[in-house]
Antibody
Framework: QVQLVESGGGVVQPGRSLRLSCAAS????????MHWVRQAPGKGPEWVAV????????YYADSVKGRFTISRDNSKNTLSLQTNSLRAEDTAVYYC????????????????WGQGTMVTVSS | SYVLTQPPSVSVAPGKTASITCGGN??????VHWYLQKPGQAPVLVIE???DRPSGIPERFSGSNSGNTATLTISRVEAGDEADYFC???????????FGTGTKVTVL
């Protein structure tokens, strides 16, 4: 069945880095845009970044632009998020989510979500 | 930046109808999607493109969108509908995706 499984979360000190991964299965990964969405404890979801199906287009939330980098490996059905210069306010559950078919990364709906991976930024 | 405003909470008796609003400037010109989220779980898509139900979502869930308000309606509410509900749009002016503030639905 269609599945997204995140990994790579953990506890990290402010200013350090962490690389999150999302393994996709059950669908043709290379034809879908993919997103990262995060949710801080007790808060609503916050969109983080999107990458188009072919990797050519990337968009970022203002809160992470310049610090986070989204990428994908269509040969391995894997989505990644490199998070640098982490701050306390980056503490959240990070979800990967599927976007649209042949999508450039815009006007997507998040139809499939993973179970999330927790990132805690604390000294 | 584009803002989506939802009521913090809605309470409804079993079998009755719950309406959850999502307010935004000219939201009627955008496509609105709705998600429910139960504690400790990932969000689940319940309405896409204003009024379409994904496969597996009961007909009790419906949506509408016009002017400055989008609405998610849950008919014949059941105890299992108790969850947080979020609206979401794509804001083309900023190339950002935006989620609403969220509404906690309580079944009395």
């Amino acid at each position: 069945q269609v599945q997204l499984v995140e990994s790579g979360g953990g506890v990290v000190q402010p200013g350090r880095s962490l690389r999150l991964s999302c393994a996709a299965s059950g669908f043709t990964f290379s034809t879908y845009s993919m997103h990262w969405v995060r949710q801080a404890p007790g808060k609503g979801p916050e969109w983080v970044a999107v990458i188009s199906y072919n990797g050519r287009n990337k968009y970022y939330a203002d809160s992470v632009k310049g610090r986070f980098t989204i990428s994908r490996d269509n040969s391995k059905n894997t989505l990644s998020l490199q998070t640098n210069s982490l701050r306390a306010e980056d503490t959240a559950v990070y979800y990967c989510s599927r976007g649209g078919v042949d999508s450039p990364g815009t006007h997507d709906v998040f139809d499939i979500w993973g179970q999330g991976t927790m990132v805690t930024v604390s000294s | 930046s584009y803002v989506l405003t939802q009521p913090p909470s809605v309470s409804v008796a079993p079998g009755k109808t719950a309406s959850i609003t999502c307010g935004g400037n000219s939201i009627g010109s955008k496509s609105v999607h709705w998600y429910l989220q139960k504690p400790g779980q990932a969000p689940v898509l319940v309405i896409e493109f204003d009024r379409d139900r994904p496969s597996g979502i009961p007909e009790r869930f419906s949506g509408s969108n016009s002017g400055n308000t989008a609405t998610l309606t849950i008919s014949r509410v059941e105890a299992g509908d108790e969850a947080d509900y979020f609206c979401q749009v794509w804001d083309s002016s900023s190339d950002h995706y935006v989620f609403g503030t969220g509404t906690k639905v309580t079944v009395l």
